[in-house]
């Protein structure tokens, strides 16, 4: 399978919250780094298609990679970083220094979940781990989104432009249209 692909905008589940319709599911600053994209088909979107993308940035700010459905798509950056990328049976792995940054997992023909360490473009760290991961709606036991000791559990959001919005300042948004 080369990528994920959805002809209907996709349900995406992130720490017990769904979001339908939901472009940008998480954002710092003026920055996505979790978001559904359109999915090119020769240069045609006919009919419309889509897909996760996540922006993956090292602890200093360094824009290593994005990860494109079941792709991972290196930056000009990631080379000097020294980061690799490993396809195990129905995985793509990306690594800096020997440590593994982000996990895809192919499930099935339209099932995704990632793992990952998430860092801001100005250094901040996002944790994801394996509870917190970002999934295709699959119905899977994860833990609430823990904001700073705000704790957001089994919320949906419908159609707004940003789910969640982080911001340098601290502040914290949902539902941003």
Known sequence: MDSLIFSEFPIVKFATNIFVNVRTILQYDKTPLIEVVDELITKKIVPKKYTTQIRIYHSDGTYLAKAVGTRLVKSPESDKAGVKLFYPKGMTVCTLNGKTLFEIKRNGPSQLSTTAELFTPDGY????????????????????????????????FHGSRIGIWIKSDQSISMGVN
Do not use: H, M, V
Not at 132 to 145: D, H, R, T, V
């Open 125 to 156: 760290f996002i944790k994801s781990p394996q509870e917190y991961a970002p999934q295709l709606f699959l119905g899977s036991k994860q833990e609430p989104l823990d904001l700073t000791g705000i704790i957001i559990e089994n919320c949906t």
